[in-house]
Every structure is written in C-alpha cells, then in structure tokens.
C-alpha cells in the first residue's frame, strides 16, 4: 500500500491535555493536506475546528475520554454536546468497570443510547485492550456487533498501552460484517500502519504517521 493510500484510513489525532488551538490549527492544517479521514480533537475545540476546516476535513471528537466511567446521562449530553457544535464522528470509551464486572447489559444499554444520538454519524467503541482479558475482548466484539455501532476501538492511548497486531487479528475474527476496525495508541512507523490495515484496520488513530510522511 502506497503512503497516500495509508493516510486516508487515519484520524489524525491530537488529544494532549495540554493541547492548544494553536496546535489543534495546525494537525487540522495537515489533515487537509495529507487527505486523512478525519482529524480526532478534543471537545472543548470543536466548534472551533469546525468553523475552521468547514466541509474540507471531518472532525472527530472523543466522549467519556479517557476513563469511560462517567454515567451514561454524562456520556449522552457530551455526544449531543459535540454534534451540535459539528463533531462528524464520535469515538466513545466503554464503562470498562462495569465490563469486568460482567454487567454486559449496561455496556450495551450505554452504546446503543450514544448510537441513537449519533443516528447517521459515526460511533466508534473504545474498549482499552490494555485493560481486558482475551475473553472479555471477545465479549465486546459480540456487544459492539449487537449495539448497531459502526467501529470498534483498540485503545484511548491513555493507558498502559495500545494496539497490537493480536488484538486487530481478533477484532477481525469476531466482530460481525457491519463493524469496522479503528487500531489506535503507539502507531509509530508506516509499516506497522500497514501491517494494522492488512490484518483488517480500517482506521488508524495517530498523531505520529503524518510527522513521518514529513520527515521522508
């Protein structure tokens, strides 16, 4: 796969606490540039980001981030929150207490309330794969495919790691048709943005990719 051919499958992504507009300006600047699916930023910039990029860049945002176990009602105003000011996609972190809990019918119930909100937008499901056992990984593979959501995601990048190539693989094994796969945290060379599409990634969230087709 050609590096162009790479980039349209990544959301360009800036989430640091410490992320300024001016810096949130410039990854938007790049996005547009390198035809990346969208760019990934944090609430509290979208409104901002969308009247910047208007209809040349989709903006993704992130709800429940990074910890997930806010209450859904939280979860759901946030959503709302971001798609009234222009979010086109939304990448939202599971309640992974109540997960390994075994309470799977309140991820589920939270998922499916976020997709009613998100109708026609996207709702990418992050599960932080660090955290999970392989059968709880699997389990969520069943509930994402259940929820009507349309991704389901490795990593916040806020944890004690990202993806891997494993998780990928099993994401591709046992999601149903409709879901698609987002890879994200630690995606540090092109090859291994390649190798995480080959094994069925559909996006790519890194900040890292972009720096790189600049270096070469």
């Given at each position: 796969?050609?590096?162009?051919?790479?980039?349209?499958?990544?959301?360009?992504?800036l989430?640091?606490?410490?992320?300024?507009?001016?810096?949130?300006?410039?990854?938007?600047?790049?996005?547009?540039s390198?035809?990346?699916?969208?760019?990934?930023?944090?609430?509290c910039?979208?409104?901002?980001?969308?009247?910047y990029?208007?209809s040349?860049?989709?903006?993704?945002?992130?709800?429940?981030?990074?910890?997930?176990?806010?209450?859904?009602?939280?979860?759901?105003?946030?959503?709302?929150?971001?798609?009234?000011?222009?979010?086109?996609?939304i990448?939202?972190?599971?309640?992974?207490?109540a997960?390994?809990?075994?309470?799977?019918?309140?991820?589920?119930?939270?998922?499916?309330?976020?997709?009613?909100?998100?109708?026609?937008?996207?709702?990418?499901?992050?599960?932080?794969?660090?955290?999970?056992?392989?059968?709880?990984?699997?389990?969520?593979?069943?509930?994402?495919?259940?929820?009507?959501?349309?991704?389901?995601k490795?990593?916040?990048g806020?944890?004690?790691?990202?993806?891997?190539?494993?998780?990928?693989?099993?994401?591709?094994?046992?999601?149903?048709?409709?879901?698609?796969?987002?890879?994200?945290?630690?995606?540090?060379?092109?090859?291994?943005?390649?190798?995480?599409?080959?094994?069925?990634?559909?996006?790519?969230?890194?900040?890292?990719?972009?720096?790189?087709?600049k270096?070469?």
């Amino acid at each position: 796969m050609d590096i162009m051919g790479i980039l349209q499958h990544v959301d360009h992504t800036l989430l640091k606490q410490e992320a300024t507009w001016d810096e949130i300006k410039v990854i938007c600047d790049d996005a547009i540039s390198y035809s990346t699916a969208s760019v990934c930023i944090p609430p509290c910039y979208v409104e901002r980001a969308k009247e910047y990029v208007g209809s040349r860049m989709k903006i993704c945002t992130v709800i429940g981030f990074p910890n997930g176990n806010m209450t859904t009602e939280a979860k759901i105003f946030e959503t709302k929150d971001a798609l009234a000011k222009g979010a086109d996609e939304i990448d939202m972190v599971i309640n992974i207490g109540a997960l390994r809990a075994g309470d799977y019918a309140y991820v589920l119930h939270e998922i499916r309330e976020l997709k009613k909100v998100c109708g026609d937008h996207i709702l990418k499901v992050i599960i932080e794969t660090c955290l999970l056992t392989k059968e709880e990984k699997i389990k969520m593979c069943e509930i994402v495919t259940n929820s009507g959501a349309d991704y389901i995601k490795t990593s916040t990048g806020f944890s004690k790691a990202g993806a891997t190539f494993d998780d990928i693989a099993l994401f591709a094994k046992y999601v149903g048709p409709d879901v698609r796969i987002k890879a994200a945290g630690g995606i540090s060379s092109l090859e291994d943005a390649e190798r995480f599409l080959e094994l069925g990634a559909d996006r790519l969230g890194t900040s890292r990719i972009i720096k790189l087709v600049k270096e070469m």
